[in-house]
């Protein structure tokens, strides 16, 4: 059976061909992104399989139909680019990786956080230019600082053990109470009340209708003036240029992202040889208190290796009309 992979880097198939060996798929990789340029080169697969800024909405799943593919597979956790609907109504079966490693992206939120606060990124390169000089590295102790954790999941709930272990006091909002998170002592609040009362504000819920712009100049005023805010969920929960305008009048004292609203145009790419058009993630790299990384929360070797074995289990399941012993693997 063929796979045929789209946003293919060569640590994909480092990973999928890997795993591979056991199921003898015959596996495609295409570089470019799925979308509806593309959807063509479906012609005669069975399997897609897309990542995070892959476009699977309605018209590139009615070309896939055409086309004969039968599984659409996310080598990802988050679904928001997928339209399930339309895949249920062409009949095409849906999975993902529910869950690859939620520390990977926990602990890449705490590489931030620290980053952001000790500017070791700052130091690294002062050092190497023989500039010792402290002006301008202090940080402040986590130990004792209020952490607002929004969306208690998989990953959430990670992080909030790793605060937990710093010594901070750690509140939360979810739509849904972890009583496994109250045990360790993280209190659970409403939203605004998480918003007013943290020093530092870390986004780990999904990007849903209900989540889109969360952090925009309402929500953002009700924060502390200095707070540090933080986000590896999905670049849609934040209004970028209303975060601007609050790094700008000093409201927000740090920023940090893994990922960004219009990030398909930009992540997974080597642009540092083209003219950027896009105007707001320039401005945003031009504050020395933020900190951009293209989207690598997940990139860990554990997380990758559970992503090959994961998708390629999930599809050999639904390929023999079985269904995967993850049932939170399937969406469709
Ligand atoms: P999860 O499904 O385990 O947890 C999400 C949590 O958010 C749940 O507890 C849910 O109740 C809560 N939630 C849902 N709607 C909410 C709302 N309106 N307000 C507050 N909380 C709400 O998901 P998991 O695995 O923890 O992943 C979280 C997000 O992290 C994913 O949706 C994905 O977008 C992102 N992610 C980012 C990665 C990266 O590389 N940066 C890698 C993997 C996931």
């Known amino acids: 059976m063929k796979i045929l992979f789209f946003s293919a880097k060569p640590y994909d198939r480092t990973f999928f061909d890997l795993h591979n060996e056991r199921y003898g798929f015959e596996l495609e990789y295409l ?60 009949g095409i079966r849906v999975c993902r990786v529910p869950e690859y490693s939620p520390q990977a992206v926990a602990e890449h939120t705490v590489a931030m956080l620290l980053t952001l606060n000790r500017k070791t990124h700052k130091a690294y390169n002062r050092v190497r230019e023989q500039n010792f000089s402290l002006n301008g590295l202090m940080g402040f102790n986590l130990h004792g600082k209020t952490v607002g954790v929004i969306g208690t999941g998989k990953i ?67 924060m502390k003036k200095g707070v540090m805010l933080i986000n590896t969920s999905r670049g849609g929960l934040i209004n970028t240029p209303d975060v601007i305008d609050a790094l700008k009048n000093k ?19 080597d642009l540092s040889e083209h003219i950027i058009d896009d105007d707001t993630i320039q401005r945003l790299m031009s504050f020395p208190n933020v900190l951009v990384t293209a989207h690598q929360g997940f990139f860990t070797d ?14 050999d399941a639904l390929a023999k009309g079985t269904e995967p012993a993850n049932k939170s693997a399937i969406l469709v």
């Open 251 to 269: 409201h927000v004292d740090y920023f940090g992202i893994d990922v960004y609203e219009q990030e398909e145009k930009l992540f997974f790419k």
């Open 302 to 315: 554990e997380a990758l290796s559970e992503i090959a074995q994961v998708t390629l289990a999930s599809i």
């Open 31 to 90: 570089e470019t992104h799925l979308g509806p340029h593309i959807a063509e080169a479906a012609q005669g697969q069975t399997v897609v399989c897309v990542f995070v800024n892959d476009k699977v909405n309605a018209e590139v799943i009615t070309v896939l139909a055409e086309k004969g593919v039968k599984i659409i597979a996310l080598r990802c956790a988050g679904f928001n680019n997928v339209d399930l609907e339309a895949a249920r109504e062409k």
């Open 156 to 222: 959430g709930a990670a992080f909030c053990r790793i605060m937990k272990g710093f010594g901070c006091k750690v509140i939360a909002y979810d739509i849904a109470i972890n009583a496994a998170l109250q045990e360790l002592g993280v209190e659970y609040q409403d939203l605004n009340t998480v918003l007013s009362n943290s020093d530092i504000i870390s986004l780990h819920c999904p990007l849903n209708e209900h989540t889109h712009h969360l952090i925009r100049a309402e929500t953002l005023q009700k």
